[in-house]
């Protein structure tokens, strides 16, 4: 199985904070790659997938890059409902996988 | 309205077993591949199962193989997850989840359940 390894599993934070969190696939995944953010209690929600394209509705502030092997997440500038978990997912395996998360927190 | 939702979750003893139900509506359900995804305590993602629009293809991860059985009804709308065996690590949440695109296998998940708990536990 593909392994997602995410950095850092948390990060202290402040509202207008540019954030970045990375995620690390063990074998090149091309650029299947997804994000979500997730709240305490609620199912995840889908923000980036294909690693840079934008779900309908989901605000500019985020963004996604990479390739291969190493991706990014970037908030551009933090909005106090962001605080939450957030996990990339790859989806180049018939065997998907997700990153162990990363949750940001108020600093 | 554009939904899943999950029922079949509860309490079971060790060795157990249980069936999920995943309810869809608001959309063409027979043409999406359906996803099954657990959340233990405190802990993070874990996809558990996958199957093509038709039912033609399945997928298992390896921590449920041979004990969870994923399956659809197109006609009801809905799809399932047996399970088995149940171990008190199987303790969680579980979520269905519907990929991004119709008719495309995308495996990326825009559509979730709200998530219905099991438990397992003597």
């Known amino acids: 199985d593909i392994q997602m390894t995410q950095s850092p599993s948390s990060l202290s934070v402040s509202v207008r904070d540019r954030v970045t969190i990375t995620c690390r696939a063990s074998?090149?995944?091309?650029?299947?790659l997804n994000w979500y953010q997730q709240k305490p209690g609620k199912a995840p929600n889908l923000l980036i997938y294909?690693?840079?394209k934008l779900q309908s509705g989901v605000p500019s502030r985020f963004s996604g890059s990479g390739s291969g092997t190493d991706f990014t997440l970037t908030i551009s500038s933090l909005q106090p409902e962001d605080f939450a978990t957030y996990y990339c997912q790859q989806s180049y395996s018939t065997f998907i996988t997700f990153g162990q998360g990363t949750r940001l927190e108020i600093k | 309205q554009v939904q899943l939702v999950e029922s079949g979750g509860g309490l079971v003893r060790p060795g157990g077993s249980l069936r999920l139900s995943c309810a869809a509506s608001?959309?063409?359900?027979?043409?999406?591949?359906m996803t099954w995804v657990r959340q233990a305590p405190g802990k993070g993602l874990e996809w558990l199962s996958y199957i093509s629009s038709s039912g033609s293809d399945i997928y298992y991860a390896d921590s449920v193989k041979g004990r969870f059985t994923i399956s659809r009804d197109n006609a009801r709308n809905s799809f399932y997850l047996q399970m088995n065996s149940l171990r008190a690590e199987d303790t969680a949440v579980y979520y269905c989840a519907r990929d991004r695109v119709a008719a495309v296998d995308t495996r990326d998940f825009e559509l979730w359940g709200q998530g219905t708990l099991v438990t397992v536990s003597s």
């Open positions: 608001g959309f063409t359900f027979s043409d999406y591949c």
């Open positions: 294909a690693t840079s």
């Open positions: 074998q090149s995944i091309g650029a299947y």
